[in-house]
């Protein structure tokens, strides 16, 4: 149980475009979702906090314009990256948390961006 | 505040040494959590442990254990008897009331197994 999925795995994309990245849990509804960036040879930077038919919480330093987070439904969350550009490259993870407590997160496979 | 230190960056073993991973945390919370994940070459974050602040046991689980110590707000993990699958990215994480259990990730330690 508690499994969570992303997709999609890995896009690559021009310089100025938009790109969606879902994120479900596919066995059970997500009290909360996180959303995460991993540059390369460093740590999870946590972006967001995302809950169901609110607005997402960022971090300090995260553009929110940038990043849309939308929170459609208890088993999805999507994350956009806007006028994506390469300094956005990077890996995305998100995490849903299984209720009815929030100490533990449960990680999808993360999705791979790259931006020519 | 929380944070998470892991001092060693990259850790390189001969395969059946013995390999220890320091973490050592902050927080002002009583209750918290600690974590270690793994995280090989394809990038998707394997969960290896879950520890409360009340339970100082040490755990053991087949070639892992924890060394949990309060009063030195140290959570080591060592993998005994290291194999080449073990060779990836160990991240130690807390996460705590104060911060809405947000994780908080050290900045993790590579761990390279030889043959």
């Known amino acids: 149980g508690a499994v969570v999925s992303q997709h999609p795995s890995w896009v690559i994309c021009k310089s100025g475009t938009s790109v969606k990245i879902e994120c479900r849990s596919l066995d059970f509804q997500a009290t909360t979702m996180f959303w995460y960036r991993q540059f390369p040879k460093q740590s999870l930077m946590l972006m967001a906090t995302s809950n169901e038919g609110s607005k997402a919480t960022y971090e300090q330093g995260v553009e929110k314009d940038k990043f849309l987070i939308n929170h459609a439904s208890l088993t999805l969350s999507t994350l956009t990256v806007t006028s994506a550009h390469p300094e956005d490259s990077s890996f995305y993870i998100c995490?849903?948390?299984?209720?009815?407590?929030?100490?533990?997160?449960?990680f999808g496979p993360g999705t791979r961006l790259t931006v020519l | 505040a929380q944070k998470v230190t892991q001092a060693q960056t990259e850790i390189s073993v001969v395969e059946k040494e013995d390999v220890t991973l320091d973490c050592v945390y902050e927080?002002?919370?009583?209750?918290?959590?600690l974590f270690w994940y793994k995280q090989p070459p394809s990038g998707e974050l394997v969960f290896l442990i879950r520890?409360?602040?009340?339970?100082?046991q040490n755990e053991i689980s087949g070639r892992y254990s924890w060394n949990f110590q309060k009063s030195t707000s140290s959570f080591n993990f060592t993998i005994t008897a290291s194999q080449v699958v073990d060779s990836a990215v160990y991240f130690c994480?807390?996460?705590?009331?104060?911060?809405?259990?947000?994780?908080?990730f050290g900045a993790g330690t590579t761990v390279t197994v030889r043959a």
């Open positions: 927080t002002r919370d009583t209750t918290y959590y």
């Open positions: 994480a807390l996460s705590g009331l104060s911060n809405d259990y947000k994780l908080s």
């Open positions: 520890r409360n602040s009340f339970d100082e």
């Open positions: 995490s849903a948390t299984l209720p009815p407590t929030s100490d533990e997160q449960f």
